[in-house]
């Protein structure tokens, strides 16, 4: 168990100045087995009033309306988190069935299936294997697959972009952690393994993370691809979903010149 102090601050530049700024900020740690956050506070420049929700995942969700002229927009989220590591209890397995299924991030084409197909007998082979300490055949082959995209890839920065898929990642062969998830959960979804996309924070200082839940037996266990390792409790976690797109930090419209500069810098160290 580690005691953890975060910091996440998200910093949008506008060329000039918008106004009628609509905004839905997914980006506040929720308290969850595992996981307790303490002290949270949320602050937002310009200040303005928000309410408060939860989408269909069960992740925070703050929204708000600015009406004034502004060119700058800062959200910083600041707090403790308790947090214990992984596996995680799921209350509902008929649930998890959502996250078997390919999206439109995890599709895969054919340099992908032709990745697939070359490691399908040894994927099926721990289906032949019994259970041991280091897990069920799904968790095994989850770990597999975590070494397999972190050989494959290679970490490079400004390559990829937000709109990227996995197929086109992995054609390239290089990218971010939000391709490595992307690749790991598509392989997934094809051995019929229940796994989605999460965003958070690790331990140290720079920009967000995102890693991948695997559904087994009841819990949902963490593995980071990036990083070759399974997830522990150096990792705070914001939010989840199918794909990149169900983690979105922030939505938004708004009237104005719609040219940008977009800075997230997270901060995260154990007291």
Known sequence: MKNLQFNYTMKTI????????SFSLKCIPKTFQGQEIQDLEVKITP???VSGDVDSFGNHLLYGRLREPHDLFVVRVTGKAVVQGNP?????????????????????????KLLY??????LQDFDNRETDSQGSASL????????????????????????????????????????????????LRMEHIPARYVVGMMEGEGASHAWV??????????FD??????????YVKISHGRDYQDCLVERGIFRGNGRQQKIVGVKVSEQ
């Open 213 to 222: 839940e695997v559904y087994d037996e009841g819990f949902w266990h963490g």
């Open 117 to 122: 197909e070359n490691e399908k007998e040894v």
């Open 225 to 234: 691809p990036t990083n070759h390792k399974r997830t522990d409790d150096s």
């Open 140 to 187: 095994k082959k989850a770990w597999y697959i975590t070494e397999l995209v972190h050989e494959r890839m290679h970490y490079s920065p400004g390559v990829t972009g937000l709109s990227t898929t996995a197929e086109e990642a992995y054609t390239i062969r290089k990218g971010v952690c939000q391709d490595y998830a992307h690749i790991m959960l598509a392989l």
């Open 88 to 112: 995680l209890a799921e209350p509902d397995p008929v649930a998890c069935m959502l996250f078997k299924y390919p999206t439109k991030y995890t599709m895969p084409g054919d340099s992908l």
């Open 47 to 49: 200040d303005v009033k």
């Open 14 to 21: 506008f060329i000039e100045e918008i106004v009628d700024h």
